[in-house]
């Protein structure tokens, strides 16, 4: 007869359904994410030859134009297409300030209208400094 306490043996604990659940959470943000990269205005910029200016000027009014004619002032959307809502955005972006230069970013298929519409509106609020931003053209082989 042994009176002897039998001691038992330590309890195994798996960690396979534990690994399991934390890949799937990983993918699962993996997939969710959302970058930053993509909430951009995405425009094609028309070619230009010439040589490239690089633009270190330190404050400019950023005039975007995207496909269908939808104006954006410093990267933020205007509400609608009407000049007085393009004044008004530009007012707020540039203050009193108006001997600033105005880079116009338009898409290449963007309507002329809509260039012409945002030309005008700025020069009306006094900014005469006009800049338009393109690509170079691919060097042909």
């Known amino acids: 007869m042994n009176l002897r306490p039998q001691r038992r043996a330590a309890p195994d604990i798996n960690l396979t359904?534990?690994?399991?659940?934390?890949?799937?959470?990983?993918?699962?943000?993996?997939?969710?994410?959302?970058?930053?990269?993509?909430?951009?205005?995405?425009?094609?910029?028309?070619?230009?030859?010439?040589?490239?200016?690089?633009?270190?000027?330190?404050?400019?009014?950023?005039?975007?134009?995207?496909?269908?004619?939808?104006?954006?002032?410093?990267?933020?959307?205007?509400?609608?297409?009407?000049?007085?809502?393009?004044?008004?955005a530009i007012v707020g972006a540039v203050g009193a300030e108006r001997e600033l230069p105005v880079v116009i970013k338009a898409d290449a298929r963007t309507p002329h209208q809509a260039v012409m519409t945002a030309m005008d509106v700025a020069s009306q609020l006094g900014l005469t400094r006009f800049a338009f931003a393109a690509t170079a053209p691919e060097p042909e082989p």
Do not use: C, H, W
């Open 17 to 88: 359904p534990l690994i399991d659940v934390v890949f799937l959470l990983l993918i699962f943000f993996m997939v969710s994410t959302t970058f930053k990269e993509d909430a951009r205005i995405k425009i094609e910029l028309p070619q230009a030859q010439g040589e490239s200016v690089p633009a270190e000027e330190p404050q400019v009014l950023a005039l975007t134009i995207d496909r269908e004619g939808v104006f954006y002032v410093n990267d933020r959307m205007v509400v609608d297409r009407k000049a007085e809502t393009l004044k008004k």
